[in-house]
C-alpha cells in the first residue's frame, strides 16, 4: 500500500507495509524526463514545475520548464520565464538571451529579437552560440531591411588563435595546441572555452594534475560552466570517485542542455562516467534531431556503444550495420559487429565498451603489428584519437602497454612523439627500464642525440638502476628466463600487482609469483599463449586470496579488472586443473612456497 507523507489510515488487523514516497525536485526531473520521452509535453511541463517548486533557486529546473513551453508554441510564456531567470534567479546565464531571441523571433517581433541578441552577443563570455547567432543575424537582417548594429561581440576576443588551437587538438598535436591556448588563456582569461581546452590538451598528454589545476580555476570563476563540469567529473573519476563525483553526477543528470553541442558533451561525459542510461538518452535525442550531428558516423558509434552497454544489443546491431554503409573505410564497425556475433553465440555478455570511434587499445596494437613498421597507413599515425591514448597509456598505462606504447610511438616519431617522450623520461615517478627503452626511441628519432639525456650519462644511468633492478628483483631464474621468451608472461605479474586489492602484503605477492610460476612450470614445454592478461591476473588474485583465506568473490575481482565473473571463473579453472589449488587449500598455508 502507499501513503502519501502526512496521511493515516486506521484499519483493523495486522499492520501494513508502508513506503514512504520522497517527493523532491529528483523525483519530478524524473517523472518530466519520462514524459518528455514520450512526447507527452503538457505532463513534463506539469513535472517541471513541481521541481521549479521544490527547488526555486536552480535555474535549471526554469530553463528546462522554458524549453517546453517553447515546444509547445508558448513564446511568451517561455520568455517571461526566462526574464525571471535573468532578473531574480541567476544574471550570468546570458544564454537565456538567446533562448529569448529565438521565442520573438518565433513571434515575429523582429525588433525586440534584435536586442535580446544584440545583449547576448555583447554580454556572453563563451560564445556556445554564436554560429546560430550569426545566422539570426542573416534573418533579422532580411526582415528589418538593415544590419543589426553591435558594439563588440565578447565572445570573439581570442576566437581566431582559439580555432587554430581546436584544429591542433583534432590533429591530436596536443603539445602545440596547449602551447597556444594557455597564451590565449593568459591574455583572455574570460575565454572559458580556451581554458577548458587547455584542461583537455593536458589531459590528452597524460598531465593530469596539470588538467585538473586547470578545470578548478574556470569553476572557480563559472560554477556553471557544464563543459568544465563534465571534464571535472572524469578527472574526479580518475582518481577513482568519492563524495565530490557522486555531487557532480547528481547535478549532470538533471541538466538537460538546449544546444547540440552540450547535449553532445553531457552524453559522452555520462558514458564516460558509467552511466550508460543517460548517455543512450542523450545520444538518441541527438540522432532523432535535424541538427548536423545526426549525419555524424561517429555517432551512430556513440550510441550503439550506449546500446550495447545497457543491454541492447539488437539496437546496437542496427546501428553498427548503419554505420558500416555508412563509413565502409572504417574498421570500427566490422570489428564491434565481429565481436558482438562471437559472444551472442558463446551466450557471453559484450563488456562494457569504451565510446572513443576507434578499435580497442589492443586491437589498435594487432592492427600496427599486421602492417608492420613500415607499412602503418599516414592516417593511422595522424588519428589523434589513437594518438592521445597512446600518449596517455604512456602515462598511465600498465609496464607492457607502456613498452608496447614506446614502441608504437618509435613508428611516427614527429615533434609531438619527441616532446611526449622527452617529458617521460624527465618523468621521476616513470620505472627506469621504461626511460631507458624511451631513451633509445629518441636516440633512433633525433639526430644529433638529445642534449642532456643521452644512455650514456652517468647520472641517469644511476637514476634509473636502482628502479629497474627492482622490477626484475623476483626469481631471476625463472621469471627472467620467461620474460625474454614471452614478456606477456611478466605482463600478467606486472598487471596483478598493480590491481589487487592488497599490494602491500609481501607474502600474498610471494605466493601470488609462486602460483604463476608453478603453473608456468608444470606446463613447460607447452606453456600457455597470453591473449587475456587481465584475465590471468584476475585468477592468479582470485586463487591466491583464497589460498590466504581472504573473503572474495568473483564478482569482486572482476569489478576491479573490468571483466565478466566468467572470464575469472575460466581462467581460474585452468590454473586449479594444473596446480590443484583445491588440493593444497586442505593443507597449511606454509605449503605454498616458491618452487624455485
Given amino acids: 500500500m502507499l501513503f502519501m507523507k502526512g496521511k493515516h489510515l486506521r484499519a483493523s488487523g495486522p499492520s501494513p507495509k508502508i513506503i514512504v514516497l520522497r517527493f523532491d525536485a529528483s523525483f519530478f526531473f524524473e517523472k518530466a524526463v519520462r514524459s518528455l520521452d514520450r512526447n507527452h509535453y503538457d505532463k513534463a511541463l506539469k513535472y517541471f514545475r513541481k521541481a521549479v517548486e521544490y527547488e526555486p533557486d536552480n535555474p535549471v529546473n526554469h530553463c528546462n520548464m522554458a524549453g517546453i513551453l517553447s515546444e509547445m508554441g508558448d513564446y511568451a510564456g517561455s520568455n517571461e520565464i526566462l526574464s525571471s531567470v535573468l532578473s531574480d534567479v541567476d544574471p550570468s546565464m546570458t544564454e537565456c538571451?538567446?533562448?529569448?531571441?529565438?521565442?520573438?523571433?518565433?513571434?515575429?517581433?523582429?525588433?525586440?529579437?534584435?536586442?535580446?541578441?544584440?545583449?547576448?552577443?555583447?554580454?556572453?563570455?563563451?560564445?556556445?552560440?554564436?554560429?546560430?547567432?550569426?545566422?539570426?543575424?542573416?534573418?533579422?537582417?532580411?526582415?528589418?531591411?538593415?544590419?543589426?548594429?553591435?558594439?563588440?561581440?565578447?565572445?570573439?576576443?581570442?576566437?581566431?588563435?582559439?580555432?587554430?588551437?581546436r584544429v591542433l587538438l583534432e590533429e591530436g598535436k596536443f603539445a602545440q595546441a596547449a602551447q597556444l591556448l594557455k597564451q590565449i588563456s593568459?591574455?583572455?582569461?574570460?575565454?572559458?572555452?580556451?581554458?577548458?581546452?587547455?584542461?583537455?590538451?593536458?589531459?590528452?598528454?597524460?598531465?593530469?594534475?596539470?588538467?585538473?589545476?586547470?578545470?578548478?580555476?574556470?569553476?572557480?570563476?563559472?560554477?556553471?560552466?557544464?563543459?568544465?563540469?563534465?571534464?571535472?567529473?572524469?578527472?574526479?573519476?580518475?582518481?577513482?570517485?568519492?563524495?565530490?563525483?557522486?555531487?557532480?553526477?547528481?547535478t549532470l543528470t538533471v541538466t538537460i542542455p538546449f544546444q547540440e553541442e552540450q547535449v553532445f558533451k553531457l552524453a559522452t561525459t555520462m558514458g564516460i562516467l558509467g552511466r550508460h542510461e543517460e548517455a543512450y538518452r542523450h545520444f538518441r535525442r541527438l540522432l532523432q534531431g535535424d541538427g548536423e550531428n545526426n549525419d555524424d558516423a561517429s555517432l551512430y558509434h556513440y550510441t550503439a556503444v550506449a546500446?550495447?552497454?545497457?543491454?541492447?544489443?539488437?539496437?546496437?546491431?542496427?546501428?553498427?550495420?548503419?554505420?558500416?554503409?555508412?563509413?565502409?573505410?572504417?574498421?570500427?564497425?566490422?570489428?564491434?559487429?565481429?565481436?558482438?556475433?562471437?559472444?551472442?553465440?558463446?551466450?557471453?555478455?559484450?563488456?562494457?565498451?569504451s565510446y572513443h570511434y576507434h578499435l580497442p587499445f589492443e586491437e589498435q596494437f594487432r592492427m600496427w603489428e599486421k602492417f608492420g613498421a613500415d607499412q602503418v597507413p599516414d592516417s593511422m599515425k595522424r588519428d589523434p584519437l589513437i594518438r592521445s591514448s597512446f600518449f596517455w597509456a604512456l602515462r598511465h598505462g600498465d609496464r607492457a602497454t607502456q613498452l608496447q606504447v614506446i614502441q608504437a610511438l618509435s613508428l611516427i616519431g614527429d615533434d609531438e612523439v619527441r616532446q611526449a617522450l622527452e617529458s617521460f623520461v624527465e618523468d621521476p615517478d616513470q620505472e627506469g627500464e621504461l626511460k631507458r627503452r624511451a631513451l633509445q626511441v629518441l636516440q633512433e628519432l633525433t639526430e644529433p642525440p638529445v642534449k642532456g639525456i643521452q644512455e650514456t650519462n652517468q647520472e641517469t644511468e644511476r637514476l634509473l638502476r636502482p628502479e629497474s633492478e627492482k622490477v626484475h628483483h623476483v626469481s631471476e631464474d625463472k621469471v627472467s628466463a620467461h620474460s625474454t621468451v614471452h614478456p606477456e608472461w611478466q605482463a600478467v605479474l606486472d598487471k596483478v600487482l598493480a590491481v589487487m586489492?592488497?599490494?602491500?602484503?609481501?607474502?600474498?605477492?610471494?605466493?601470488?609469483?609462486?602460483?604463476w610460476l608453478e603453473y608456468l612450470d608444470r606446463l613447460a614445454?607447452?606453456?600457455?599463449?597470453?591473449?587475456?592478461?587481465?584475465?590471468?591476473?584476475?585468477?592468479?588474485?582470485?586463487?591466491?586470496?583464497?589460498?590466504?583465506?581472504?573473503?572474495?568473490?568473483?564478482?569482486?575481482?572482476?569489478?576491479?579488472?573490468?571483466?565478466?565473473?566468467?572470464?575469472?571463473?575460466?581462467?581460474?579453472?585452468?590454473?586449479?586443473?594444473?596446480?590443484?589449488?583445491?588440493?593444497?587449500?586442505?593443507?597449511?598455508?606454509?605449503?605454498?612456497?616458491?618452487?624455485?
Fill in 525 to 596: 614445454p607447452e606453456v600457455p599463449i597470453v591473449q587475456h592478461t587481465e584475465g590471468w591476473a584476475a585468477a592468479l588474485e582470485y586463487l591466491t586470496a583464497k589460498m590466504h583465506h581472504h573473503s572474495v568473490t568473483y564478482q569482486e575481482v572482476a569489478d576491479r579488472y573490468g571483466i565478466s565473473v566468467s572470464t575469472v571463473s575460466r581462467y581460474a579453472r585452468q590454473i586449479d586443473s594444473v596446480c590443484g589449488i583445491k588440493q593444497k587449500m586442505k593443507q597449511p598455508i606454509s605449503t605454498f612456497k616458491k618452487r624455485v
Fill in 307 to 353: 546500446a550495447s552497454n545497457t543491454g541492447r544489443y539488437a539496437e546496437a546491431r542496427r546501428l553498427w550495420g548503419h554505420l558500416q554503409k555508412q563509413d565502409a573505410s572504417s574498421e570500427v564497425p566490422r570489428f564491434f559487429l565481429s565481436r558482438l556475433e562471437e559472444l551472442q553465440q558463446e551466450g557471453t555478455p559484450l563488456q562494457v565498451l
Fill in 501 to 515: 586489492s592488497k599490494p602491500s602484503d609481501p607474502v600474498m605477492q610471494r605466493d601470488l609469483r609462486s602460483l
Fill in 186 to 250: 593568459e591574455e583572455q582569461p574570460d575565454m572559458f572555452a580556451a581554458r577548458n581546452n587547455l584542461a583537455l590538451a593536458y589531459y590528452y598528454m597524460g598531465l593530469f594534475q596539470n588538467a585538473k589545476t586547470t578545470i578548478l580555476r574556470v569553476l572557480e570563476d563559472e560554477p556553471g560552466n557544464l563543459h568544465a563540469l563534465c571534464n571535472l567529473a572524469i578527472f574526479y573519476q580518475h582518481e577513482g570517485g568519492g563524495p565530490e563525483l557522486d555531487r557532480l553526477i547528481q
Fill in 97 to 165: 538571451y538567446f533562448y529569448m531571441a529565438n521565442n520573438y523571433a518565433n513571434m515575429e517581433q523582429f525588433e525586440e529579437a534584435e536586442k535580446a541578441l544584440v545583449t547576448y552577443l555583447e554580454e556572453d563570455e563563451e560564445g556556445q552560440f554564436l554560429d546560430e547567432a550569426e545566422e539570426m543575424m542573416e534573418l533579422l537582417y532580411y526582415e528589418l531591411d538593415r544590419p543589426t548594429k553591435l558594439n563588440r561581440i565578447k565572445a570573439r576576443q581570442g576566437v581566431v588563435e582559439h580555432d587554430q588551437a
